[in-house]
Structures are given as structure tokens and as C-alpha cells.
T-cell receptor, first 115, second 113 residues
Framework: GNSVTQMEGPVTLSEEAFLTINCTYT??????LFWYVQYPGEGLQLLLK?????DKGSNKGFEATYRKETTSFHLEKGSVQVSDSAVYFC??????????????FGSGTRLQVQP | DGGITQSPKYLFRKEGQNVTLSCEQN?????MYWYRQDPGQGLRLIYY???????QKGDIAEGYSVSREKKESFPLTVTSAQKNPTAFYLC????????????FGDGTRLSIL
């Protein structure tokens, strides 16, 4: 079956530090990959996506590249801000026998950025 | 603005009681989903619907029921058979075709009295 593995948190960084959150996946077929962000008490917001190998998704200074050879989709940002403190979820969407395209999520990584 | 509205934001259930969580979307999306989130964990799929009057069980459907009578609405009922219902419930929707991202509501937090 499909699965997503994320690095455990919390990740604690100082403002302006470089961020990497690792994500690897297992899936049949050709999944699409997503990063979502969740702020306290809220739902998930789409941060970026990539739909095929070597695609780079980017948004708000965050980037992630779809690496099929290493089955990875690591999230990076060159300089984090306090406002980036949140929980980040890696997810994949892959059709299964039933045609289902619901997302499979990693367990989430909490990022804490200190001023 | 288009979006997904979940209500209520907080809900309390007594033992042996069924409760219904509301989810409405005005994004004209065909597909809708319900997820459950437990503390420190990812989201698990409860039910999903790709079209009106049709829905399928997800990974943890036991103790839950849904209906999809209108495109805009996908209510979730947490029945008394669900023995551990305390969680954060998230509704999402997406276009049915292709690799479209899902859009999420702000969630309902359900607790047991």
C-alpha cells in the first residue's frame, strides 16, 4: 500500500536559519506529491505540489523537488521566519484499484522558529 | 470567497449519543472527504465521495456514517458504535479528475462528556 514517512519533530530553528524537512514515500503507480501546512486550531492549507518526477513545487519561499529515484520530496526554505512555525504534512495522491484519490499523509513535523 | 465551511467548531458528545458534523463547500468540487486527526498524528481517511449519491469507506469507517444528497454537502455522523470518537475532524474537497489538491475546512473538535 501507499505510505509517507516524515522526519519526527519538533524541529527548532532560529530565525533566518535554513530548513529541511525530509519526506520519503512508497506508492504504486505515479503519485502526485504535496506539502500542507497546519497552524494551531486550523485546517490544512496547501503549501506546494509536484505531479511528476523532477518537478519542483514552490511557494512563499518553500521548495520541494519530486525525486523518483530516491522516492523523496524534501521540503526546504532558505531563511525561516517566526511566522513559519506550524505543523507540516507531506502527502501523496495515487490512484488505487478503486480509483480512489484520497490523500495518504505522513505523521506531520512540527516546526518551531525562535526569534 | 469560495471555501469549505465546517460546523460546529467544537462539539461534545454524551455516551450513547450520535452526533452529526456539517461540511459545506461552494467550490463546485465533485469529490469530498472526511479525515480524522489524533494528537501528534497524521490524517486518516474515514469516508470519501466522488459524486452525489455515492460514497466509499476509507481506512477507518467503522462507527461512522455519511450521506451525499447534494454536491455542496457531505455530513458525517459519529455513531455510538465509535468507541473512541475524541479527535479533530477535517473535511476536504477536490476536483474529481487528475491530480488536483484537496482544500480543507477549519475542522471540528469532538470531545466526550
Amino acid at each position: 500500500g501507499n505510505s509517507v514517512t516524515q522526519m519526527e519533530g519538533p524541529v527548532t530553528l532560529s530565525e533566518e536559519a535554513f530548513l529541511t524537512i525530509n519526506c520519503t514515500y512508497t506508492a504504486t503507480g505515479y503519485p502526485s506529491l504535496f506539502w500542507y501546512v497546519q497552524y494551531p486550531g486550523e485546517g490544512l492549507q496547501l503549501l506546494l505540489k509536484a505531479t511528476k518526477a523532477d518537478d519542483k513545487g514552490s511557494n512563499k519561499g518553500f521548495e520541494a523537488t519530486y525525486r523518483k529515484e530516491t522516492t523523496s520530496f524534501h521540503l526546504e526554505k532558505g531563511s525561516v521566519q517566526v511566522s513559519d512555525s506550524a505543523v507540516y504534512f507531506c502527502a501523496l495522491s495515487a490512484s488505487m484499484d478503486t480509483g480512489r484519490r484520497a490523500l495518504t499523509f505522513g505523521s506531520g513535523t512540527r516546526l518551531q522558529v525562535q526569534p | 470567497d469560495g471555501g469549505i465551511t465546517q460546523s460546529p467548531k467544537y462539539l461534545f458528545r454524551k455516551e450513547g449519543q450520535n452526533v452529526t458534523l456539517s461540511c459545506e463547500q461552494n467550490l463546485n468540487h465533485d469529490a469530498m472527504y472526511w479525515y480524522r486527526q489524533d494528537p501528534g498524528q497524521g490524517l486518516r481517511l474515514i469516508y470519501y465521495s466522488q459524486i452525489v449519491n455515492d460514497f466509499q469507506k476509507g481506512d477507518i469507517a467503522e462507527g461512522y456514517s455519511v450521506s451525499r444528497e447534494k454536491k455542496e454537502s457531505f455530513p458525517l455522523t459519529v455513531t455510538s458504535a465509535q468507541k473512541n470518537p475524541t479527535a479533530f475532524y477535517l473535511c476536504a474537497s477536490s476536483m474529481r479528475s487528475g491530480n488536483q489538491p484537496q482544500h480543507f475546512g477549519d475542522g471540528t473538535r469532538l470531545s466526550i462528556l
